[in-house]
Structure formats: structure tokens, C-alpha cells
Nanobody, 117 residues
Framework: HVAESGGGVVQPGGSLKLSCAAS???????MRWYREISGKGRELVGE????????NYAAFAKGRFIMSRDTNENTIFLQMNNLQVEDTAVYRC?????????????WGQGTQVTVSL
């Protein structure tokens, strides 16, 4: 089970912090944030490894978004700063497992982030 929280409405230049909790996994797993923009499809925001020591971000997220996680937990966060109108999207979290060499995402329902004046 994966569940996100923390979405809402914010003005351009503002900040929001999203949370995602995943349960039912053995140990900690890599996790990802995606976003779905109406008419554009889904894009990866960033990913964090199972220890929290390594993160990777999409170009649009670098310098503005920060991913973190609770130690030894499958709970991650996405701190989003200097939000712009184009960041408006449904933000979804996934927990990643690897089965027979293939990665599989377990998805949450998503949380809406709206950036508007």
C-alpha cells in the first residue's frame, strides 16, 4: 500500500512538502516521485535509493525539489520550492521492487498540487 499526502494550492514562488508512506514491503525499497500533467502524461520527478544516501532528479527538479526519507522506513518526502504554474500536476509516489531483474512500481493514488495566483 502506497499513500501520498500534502498536496494543495500554492502561489507561484511558494513551497509545499509532500509525503509518501509505503507499507507491506520487506525492508526498505527505492522509491520515486512522478507527476502527471494534464495533456502531457507522466514524468519522473526523482528517485531515492533504499538508504536515502542517493537521489536523482529530473532536470526541472534540480535546485528546486529535494527528496528525503525517514531512516529505515519506507516513508519519503518531496520538498518543493519556488513552485511555478507549470508544476501544477498530480504527484504520485511509487515503491520499487525488482523481480527477476525487472523493476516494478507500486503506485499510490496521487496528490494534487496546484500552483496559481
Amino acid at each position: 500500500h502506497v499513500a501520498e499526502s500534502g498536496g494543495g494550492v500554492v502561489q507561484p514562488g511558494g513551497s509545499l512538502k509532500l509525503s509518501c508512506a509505503a507499507s507491506g514491503f520487506k525492508g526498505t525499497v527505492p522509491m520515486r516521485w512522478y507527476r502527471e500533467i494534464s495533456g502531457k502524461g507522466r514524468e519522473l520527478v526523482g528517485e531515492i535509493d533504499s538508504t536515502g544516501e542517493s537521489t536523482n532528479y529530473a532536470a526541472f527538479a534540480k535546485g528546486r525539489f529535494i527528496m528525503s526519507r525517514d531512516t529505515n522506513e519506507n516513508t519519503i518526502f518531496l520538498q518543493m520550492n519556488n513552485l511555478q504554474v507549470e508544476d501544477t500536476a498530480v504527484y504520485r509516489c511509487s515503491a520499487v521492487t525488482v523481480v527477476f531483474g525487472a523493476a516494478h512500481d507500486y503506485w499510490g493514488q496521487g496528490t494534487q498540487v496546484t500552483v496559481s495566483l
